[in-house]
């Protein structure tokens, strides 16, 4: 007989050979169906472990819910949810799709804020936005006469957070306009201001060249301005928007800026805005006079944009004791309950195609404001249940 040693120098050759010879073979076999990259799930640590059982990417909401209802598991998701039959919320109704009343689009990209000089986190946002979307929101509101089981509303996923900025405005500009050409509305989370030029572009897509397009920024900036190196940041958009000689120059479109602070915004900016055709501003010192309201201007607003309207709002226009976490906090602004009613009425108002809320930033505060960036997206849900559910003209 041979010994251990002796009979492991024999096998130690054949051995290394048959394990490479396996590993070629699989390799061979399963080439085609590897990915080059994995997308990280748009959750935390804590919420991976607290919905191991969940493998999708995309997870789903009432998957999530469910399993927090079995396991009554605590986290991220705020106190511990147990959802009653008699209370549903947001998350029992949302499903993931791409075709509905209302289609949430994530853009978790932070590039053209870091571009402008402005404190990253943005890119965070639409997985935050989902923490709290299930919980938040009572389905049948009595208060506001609005049922939100008469729409359809799903949640398509985010834009892939692998791709550099300009790849990533490429594929946001072509989701919206498939999205809005399949009767939908996008409700895009941002991610950076930035965004709102390819949104612009996606709606100007879906609707023709002869089509005319009304865009209010609701901003404490106007975010006009010029590109850095050739780039786009989040402070560039609608300079990109209104300089755009294919989608929107001679068109005869509407451009309005809501709620500007003269603090924040250039004099060469300001006037630049005007002398653009259809170019107009909102001071926010307009909000606040006595005879008037916020709600009158914004309806007045709705009104000016005509019958495609893209509304987008950047949370930094409202007050920092309301909503802290943003890239660029407001000391005064519009109040967190004047958001949530202007977000109403652009969800009641037949002209709204498009709407994106920018700049939720969760690493400078992260419970207050994405749930006040929730409460925004139930209250434009609620306005367009209203929408469907008034009688037609």
Same mark, same amino acid.
């Given at each position: 007989g041979i010994g251990f040693l002796q009979y492991s120098q024999w096998m130690i050759l054949p051995t290394i050979a048959s394990g490479l010879t396996c590993l070629g073979m699989l390799y061979l076999l399963f080439k085609d169906t590897i990915p080059s990259h994995v997308d990280v799930p748009p959750m935390d640590p804590e919420t991976a472990l607290g919905a191991i059982h969940i493998q999708t990417r995309r997870t789903s909401l009432n998957d999530l819910i469910d399993l927090r209802?079995?396991?009554?598991?605590?986290?991220?998701?705020?106190?511990?949810?147990?959802?009653?039959?008699?209370?549903?919320?947001?998350?029992?109704?949302?499903?993931?799709?791409?075709?509905?009343?209302?289609?949430?689009?994530?853009?978790?990209?932070?590039?053209?804020?870091?571009? +402008?000089g402005g404190r990253v986190g943005a890119a965070k946002a639409p997985a935050k936005f989902r %923490?709290?979307?299930?919980?938040?929101?009572?389905?049948? +509101?009595?208060?506001?006469n609005a049922d939100l089981r008469g729409i359809k509303i799903v949640d398509s996923g985010d834009i892939s957070p692998h791709l550099d900025l300009e790849t990533a405005h490429d594929q946001l500009r072509m989701r919206v306009t498939q999205i809005i050409r399949a009767g939908g509305i996008p409700f895009v989370v941002g991610g950076g201001n930035d965004q709102s030029y390819p949104n612009a572009c996606g709606l100007l897509d879906a609707l023709g060249r002869n089509a005319q397009v009304g865009v209010v920024n609701i901003d404490a900036h106007l975010d006009v301005r010029p590109l850095k190196d050739g780039k786009a940041h989040s402070g560039s958009p609608f300079r990109q928007l209104l300089t755009d000689e294919m989608r929107w120059v001679r068109k005869g479109n509407t451009f309005v800026e809501f709620a500007a602070q003269g603090n924040q915004c250039s004099a060469e900016h300001w006037e630049w805005v005007l002398r653009q055709p259809g170019g107009s501003i909102v001071p926010y010192s307009s909000l606040r006079d006595p005879s008037t309201t916020v709600a009158t201007k914004w309806a007045e607003t709705l009104e000016k944009l005509g019958q495609n309207a893209f509304v987008s709002f950047d949370i930094d226009s409202i007050q920092s004791s309301d909503c802290?976490?943003?890239?660029?906090?407001? +000391?005064?602004?519009?109040?967190? %309950? %004047?958001?949530?009613?202007?977000?109403?009425?652009?969800?009641?108002?037949?002209?709204?195609?498009?709407?994106?809320?920018?700049?939720? +930033?969760p690493l400078i505060e992260d419970y207050r404001t994405p749930r006040l960036a929730v409460l925004m997206f139930y209250f434009f849900a609620m306005g367009v249940a209203r929408r469907k559910a008034a009688p037609k003209k």
């Open positions: 209802m079995e396991k009554q598991i605590q986290g991220p998701f705020d106190f511990a949810v147990r959802f009653n039959k008699d209370d549903p919320r947001l998350g029992d109704i949302i499903k993931q799709g791409d075709v509905g009343d209302i289609v949430i689009v994530g853009f978790p990209h932070d590039e053209g804020v870091k571009r +402008n %923490e709290f979307l299930p919980k938040i929101g009572t389905i049948v +509101n009595l208060e506001y802290p976490g943003v890239s660029a906090p407001a +000391n005064f602004g519009i109040t967190s %309950e %004047e958001a949530c009613k202007m977000c109403l009425m652009a969800g009641e108002s037949a002209s709204v195609k498009l709407f994106d809320m920018s700049e939720l +930033n």
